[in-house]
């Protein structure tokens, strides 16, 4: 008897595993899901800030650019790898309208001259997404620098619709990367409607210190908070990996990938 009790409660045993592992499994996929989201986010505005960089230096070398007082904002779109980048005004019914066209590949290099647009209506997803960034721009946020960078990507996620537009202030410092005050605004897909916002960096404006002689850099997500894309998009822009500590927990943003890591020592 004494074997068939012990067959019997390892049995058990696997079978309390398995049903563990069950209910496990879904949570981790969608915790896993979560993280390549935010791979794929911050990867995306890494670039596209990069793109609006190399279209806005080129737009600058243009002396009609220079002078123009109707740009609003800009939109830009996928082409052949790239992005065509149009920055936009408004007519006198409030319409949007192209005023300048740049094209720029996805490594930045500018692939077609930016020229002057006959004041050409913005329609379909131009259009919304201009609406979009505008909405996002003037709704109601803690501001942490007087400039901000507004980049809006398409939802992403099955049977998803709509924008996903982020505002991440920018720093006058080359060694310092701004955290606080940083959003994603959920909008609609005619851009007419934020359905939700979320502060990506936490409360208050926190910053991050970039060293040029810094190996690597470490950033507080505050308790229950873990890595999201501006963590990517961060570790991304200072070309280092990021430590992003979460209570007990530490993850490592390295080359646009989120992974559990070992907690760093503390420091004295």
Not at 90 to 107: H, K, N, W, Y
Not at 190 to 214: F, I, K, M, Y
Not at 224 to 245: C, F, I, T
């Amino acid at each position: 008897m004494t074997g068939l009790n012990s067959l019997q409660t390892a049995m058990a045993a696997l079978l309390v595993a398995a049903l563990l592992g069950a209910v496990a499994s879904p949570a981790q996929g969608q915790v896993d899901a979560t993280l390549r989201r935010a791979e794929r986010s911050g990867a995306q505005l890494h670039e596209l800030e990069r793109v609006f960089t190399a279209a806005k230096a080129a737009g600058e070398e243009m002396r009609a650019f220079r002078r123009s007082d109707r740009i609003t904002a800009w939109v830009a779109d996928r082409r052949d790898g790239g992005y065509r980048v149009i920055f936009a005004g408004e007519d006198r019914q409030g319409r949007p309208i192209g005023l300048f066209q740049v094209t720029v590949a996805a490594s930045g290099d500018v692939t077609q001259d930016i020229h002057k647009l006959d004041k050409e209506p913005l329609d379909g997803a131009l259009a919304a997404q201009y609406f979009a960034r505008r909405l996002a721009e003037n709704t109601e946020h803690a501001a942490c620098s007087t400039t901000y960078m507004t980049l809006a990507l398409a939802a992403d996620e099955p049977g998803a619709t709509g924008w996903q537009v982020y505002l991440l202030p920018t720093s006058s410092f080359s060694d310092v990367l701004m955290v606080g005050g940083s959003y994603r605004m959920e909008v609609s897909a005619a851009g007419d409607t934020v359905r939700a916002s979320q502060a990506l960096g936490g409360a208050g404006c926190a910053v991050l210190q970039n060293p040029a002689d810094a190996a690597v850099l470490q950033v507080d997500a505050g308790l229950g908070a873990g890595p999201n894309e501006l963590h990517v998009y961060l570790a991304l822009q200072a070309r280092k990996p990021l430590y992003v500590v979460s209570g007990d927990r530490t993850w490592l943003v390295r080359d646009g990938r989120i992974q559990l890591a070992a907690p760093r020592p503390q420091r004295p």
